[in-house]
């Protein structure tokens, strides 16, 4: 008997989760999965991406419970029938936050733990553990904690637990919502090299530059329905921003050039026979400087932090002033979020000082501070504990005695959570969560805005109003401080960075300063942006535009 064609089938398939009966998470679902395929779902926060997913195995319906509607096949067996258990074989899940999937003492534990479960010999296991570390080159990291491991390293581990099973199907919500750029780098090699060795693969994911050089097929989502399915090339030709997308820097060059194929990637871009210049309109721009009298909001001078007796932050001084975006970027464990827990006062320096609107940090009750600084931190899951997101918002006003009701309003008409007012925060998808969190800490109108990863899990519509609330933000005199590895948002709405690695400064200043110092871009982990590698001096490798005789690379 021939094994089945598609590895996945969904027939008009429909669904709604618990208690949300009228609002359809997806809606008339036809698709087909063919086996070997590499895959990506893409569309706006909430469009049904990661529910589409669940589907595959089996957490829709048997852990979400809902109201499930058609039919969905796995190896042409439906889903509604087999247990989640049961799917292992056939599809296997990689989740957004690799954290919340590692839980065993090591990584060969890790890799080990599905296997054991399903009963495989020990033989076997062992083989597999090695086997599979060889594939995503973890061999070196067998022996480690996986809580020890980078964002990048976790996220491997993670694809290395699935994978170690040897589904049909590998199946992975966002997986580069939380990674800096050599981490996504590393965990894109590691996907190809599963697919070549034949293995089908589908990503649900916003960041497109990172996503379709390498896919076979698209597949955009609006609402819970199938709105774009073909390959990058002929999707991208089209206007996918209206759905929530937006498109890569290299695709929006060839747009505008009339390249006959466009180049998906800066590499394929740059290795076109090109005679004109790039239009210089698609260059970013960062935001002009405020001026040197705006007051001082916020002073960090020589402050070091140890934790357990280990160095994490050492001798970082910088200033914020009112109308200023700082954006402090670096790897994965560079520090970033343990500097930003210092502003209210979650960290105490231990050598150094912070001061806050001129006052030491160091001796101002936690309460106070929160009236001067808001947070939203990377997960918004932390902070939620509310049951509605109305409420949700409302908490620090209410505590602070700041509640202005046309204010809160504004907010949530900037940041579309008209309809989520009355649903519970933790019921929301990632994106719609990220809005709450970034409300909320607006909500009492601080003096320093501080936002975590804010463009983690966003998509360009989102990305689009951040923008123009941060400029509006900076017009009104907000201090603005972002903690990001999303080089691209913090070129665009950073008037400058700090450069963090291993809990050091290595670089200081604007955007393009910072990136054209190739020695503390390589210490810090990171590679320059798209429009730096295009249009600078420093990172163009060749320059150009209109092709001689037309060009044909993807």
Known sequence: MTAPLWVVEADR???????????????????????????????????????LCRTFNGLIPHFYGGRLQGEVRVAGKPTAKQSVAGLFEQVGMVFQNPETQLFNSSVAREIAFGLESLGFPRAVIQERIISTAQILNLSALLGRNPQELSGGEQQLVAIAAVLAIGPQLLVLDEPYANLDPVSVRRVRAALKAIHQKGMGVVISEHRLPHTVPDVQRMVALQRGRIVLDGTPEQLLA?????????????????????????????????????????????????????????????EVERVSFDLNGAPILRDISFTLRRGESLAIVGANGAGKTVLLKHLNGLYRPTRGQVRVMGKDAGRVKVSHLARQVGIAFQNP??????????????????????????????LVRLFRL??????????????????????????????????????????????????????????????????????SFAEEHAHRWLLLSHGQVVAEGAPWKVMSDKAAMDRAHLEPTDSFRLFSADGRTLAGAVPRGGGNHV
Request: hydrophobic letters at 45%; charged letters at 20%; glycine letters at 8%.
């Open 13 to 51: 398939l429909g669904y709604a989760y618990r208690n949300e009966d009228a609002n359809l998470a997806l809606d008339g679902i036809d698709l087909r999965i063919a086996a070997g395929e590499y895959l990506l779902f893409c569309g706006a926060s909430g469009s049904g991406k990661s529910t």
């Open 238 to 298: 089209q206007n996918v921003e209206r759905f929530g997308l937006e498109l890569p820097l290299p695709v929006r060059v060839g747009r505008q050039l009339g390249l006959p194929r466009l180049p998906l990637s800066v590499e394929a871009l740059q290795s076109l026979d090109l005679t004109a210049p790039l239009p210089s309109d698609l260059k970013t721009v960062p935001p002009a400087l405020p001026s040197d009298a705006a007051d001082i909001v916020l």
């Open 381 to 410: 899951n932390s902070q939620f504990f509310k049951l509605t997101v109305w409420d949700e918002i409302l908490v620090g006003p209410k505590a602070l005695g700041l509640n202005d009701e046309a204010w809160l309003r504004e």
């Open 418 to 487: 008209e309809p989520l007012l009355q649903r519970p925060p933790y019921r929301l998808s990632d994106g719609e969560k990220k809005r709450v969190a970034f409300a909320a800490a607006l909500a009492h109108r601080p003096a320093i805005l501080a936002l975590d990863e804010p463009t983690s899990g966003q998509d360009w519509h989102f990305r689009s109003i951040l923008g123009s609330l941060l400029a509006e933000l900076r017009a009104r005199g907000q201090a603005i401080l972002l903690v990001t590895h999303d080089l």
